[in-house]
T-cell receptor, first 111, second 114 residues
Framework: DAGVTQSPTHLIKTRGQQVTLRCSPK?????VSWYQQALGQGPQFIFQ???????QRGNFPDRFSGHQFPNYSSELNVNALLLGDSALYLC??????????FGPGTRLTVT | QQQVKQSPQSLIVQKGGIPIINCAYE??????FPWYQQFPGKGPALLIA?????SEKKEGRFTISFNKSAKQFSLHIMDSQPGDSATYFC?????????????FGAGTQVVVTP
């Protein structure tokens, strides 16, 4: 049974560019949440998708947007990248609202 | 506003010792308290979780103790092994209105020496 997968593993972008990160949830899961984890900190909630709609959002600017597809996979888009956006971006999937399983993350470096 | 406060920031124990990590929360609406283990370069892995209707839960060598009145919960790692060396995060979420949005502590780096 495949767990949560994310692509790419690593990414280097220049300030001002745009980036798209991808996530495939664990088999049978229908909810995808995205988190940002800065170095040495705990993950911070960005937003959650359920039934192809953003169900709730954390304290992140509109530069952060997402999408969920009919097969429950999801994308995270970040526009106008800032140096401070450098972080590990984690995708978590769940079937209920509680047990969330994380993928390996995408390490984004903005130069 | 940090809703989950975790301590200590780091700790070192010898093999066989019992590292204890503590977390305190403020939001009384929280009703789910998981612990995650994270190795360098990996995503967090769900270790064990507890609901407020029980005071203790054990899974293998990992035990959660929960004190609802004090709004605190802790993780004990029994008979710790060098392979348990990792960063541990506590988290909390509320059932109503937040759809399982996890609020994480800042993490505790645990080192188990041989």
């Amino acid at each position: 049974d495949a767990g949560v997968t994310q692509s790419p593993t690593h990414l280097i972008k220049t300030r001002g560019q745009q980036v798209t990160l991808r996530c495939s949830p664990k088999s049978g899961h229908d909810t995808v949440s995205w988190y940002q984890q800065a170095l040495g900190q705990g993950p911070q909630f960005i937003f959650q998708y359920y039934e192809e709609e953003e169900r709730q959002r954390g304290n992140f600017p509109d530069r952060f947007s997402g999408h969920q597809f009919p097969n429950y996979s999801s994308e995270l888009n970040v526009n106008a990248l800032l140096l401070g956006d450098s972080a590990l971006y984690l995708c978590a999937s769940s079937l209920t609202s509680y047990e969330q399983y994380f993928g390996p993350g995408t390490r984004l470096t903005v130069t | 506003q940090q809703q989950v406060k975790q301590s200590p920031q780091s700790l070192i124990v010898q093999k066989g010792g019992i590292p204890i990590i503590n977390c305190a929360y403020e939001n009384t609406a929280f009703d789910y308290f998981p612990w995650y283990q994270q190795f360098p370069g990996k995503g967090p892995a769900l270790l064990i979780a507890i609901r407020p209707d029980v005071s203790e839960k054990k899974e293998g060598r990992f035990t959660i103790s929960f004190n609802k009145s004090a709004k605190q919960f802790s993780l004990h790692i029994m008979d710790s092994q060098p392979g348990d060396s990792a960063t541990y995060f506590c988290a909390s979420s509320a059932k109503d209105g937040s759809w399982g949005k996890l609020q994480f502590g800042a993490g505790t780096q645990v080192v188990v020496t041989p």
